[in-house]
């Protein structure tokens, strides 16, 4: 693997609560368009598999909420999340500047 496909994988695939946090920062997402939202939105399509093991890590940790949206089971960022989304950034942020 080329080193530009690795970094890549590592942060999109390797890297889905990112993904999820930010689509459920202002919004509740359905469960059932998580996937088609993140290839939309970050032009990457996670796994089937994945996508909920990252869903039911993300919510037992307390950083998604389970909500409901048009009857359909959704999520939403909670406070705890959106505080990591801005540690993340502001690494991001270091990181780059640095390279």
């Known amino acids: ?3 530009f496909e690795r970094f890549k994988k590592a942060n999109t695939e390797d890297n889905l609560w990112i993904y999820i946090l930010t689509l459920g920062r202002n919004v509740e997402i ?3 368009n998580i996937r088609r939202l993140i290839f939309e939105g970050f032009e990457f399509l996670p796994g089937k598999i994945l996508t909920p093991r990252v869903l039911y890590r993300l919510e037992r940790e307390g950083y998604i909420r389970r909500e409901r949206f048009q009857c359909k089971r959704a999520y939403k960022t909670t406070e705890k ?11 991001c942020k270091e990181l780059l500047e640095k390279i």
């Open 1 to 3: 693997m080329q080193p």
């Open 30 to 32: 359905p469960n059932e």
């Open 81 to 91: 999340g959106i505080a990591e989304l801005d540690k993340m950034k502001l690494f």
